[in-house]
């Protein structure tokens, strides 16, 4: 596609999703916002990314990146996790992904339903808990027949618990800023209550946690994954929460 016929598609979409009506409870919900509900796995951490996913300054991210780099030229392993608080709460203005390449934000969030397996263990000896995916039982994962807290094998109780959640993904902005800096990744009821809303253009407010992950990227349409920070409400102990500010 030419890029003229490129920013006429996009503009028409735009429009779309611009006129979509919204009615008043749901608008309502999301400016009353949620409060995380995340469960976290545990992840290794990707590189940090040198430059956002478009553009080449980190806008109102600029302060965390420095934290996030310090911790980066720290840390002795790569297995280090990387990642720090967004506290307090800081505004971010939800784009339409102009310049990474990849047209599915043009109208807003992907909406994803997640729905996996989890085995949940419980060590009968000292009680500590600890979690296994579906690989793990399929591959017989030693490290996650062990309980790590007393070494003892294979001597643990087991639940299956089937999880399932939506998830919206969608790149922003900070204010006064054009430029894709990163994404936000909401899970559970805090995507539920603001996907319908949600626009390019839309603000948000968001005490949660930021890190380094991996993103889809396109160029000549291929897709590879690169590099980028990921905004999310981080997990329940920690008081995150997204509210609607502006759609
Ligand atoms: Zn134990």
Not at 155 to 165: F, G, L, R, S, V
């Amino acid at each position: 596609m030419t890029d003229r016929n490129e920013r006429i598609e996009r503009a028409k979409e735009l429009g779309k999703q611009w006129n979509k009506e919204v009615d008043k409870d749901t608008l309502d919900a999301a400016k009353k916002g949620a409060k995380s509900d995340y469960v976290g796995q545990w992840k290794r951490t990707p590189k940090l990314p040198k430059y956002p996913p478009a553009g080449q300054s980190w806008c109102g991210l600029q302060p965390i990146y420095e934290v996030l780099e310090k911790q980066d030229q720290k840390r002795k392993s790569k297995y280090k996790r990387l990642g720090t608080a967004i506290k307090p709460p800081q505004q971010f203005v939800v784009t339409d992904g102009t310049g990474i390449g990849n047209r599915e934000f043009v109208t807003g969030p992907r909406g994803t339903d997640v729905a996996f397996s989890q085995f949940q263990r419980k060590c009968i000896p000292c009680g500590q808990a600890w979690v296994a995916s579906q690989k793990d039982v399929d591959n017989s994962n030693k490290a996650k027949e062990r309980c790590w807290k007393c070494g003892v094998v294979n001597n643990y109780k087991e639940t299956k618990a089937d999880i399932a959640y939506r998830e919206i993904k969608f790149p922003v902005t900070t204010p006064g800023c054009g430029d894709t800096v990163a994404y936000v990744s909401l899970t559970g009821e805090p995507a539920k209550k603001l996907e319908a809303v949600l626009r390019p253009g839309s603000v948000i407010e968001i005490q949660g946690w930021i890190k380094p992950n991996k993103e889809w990227k396109y160029k000549n349409n291929k897709k590879y994954l690169v590099d980028a920070l990921l905004i999310t409400l981080g997990s329940t102990q920690h008081g995150g929460y997204v509210k609607l500010i502006k759609r």
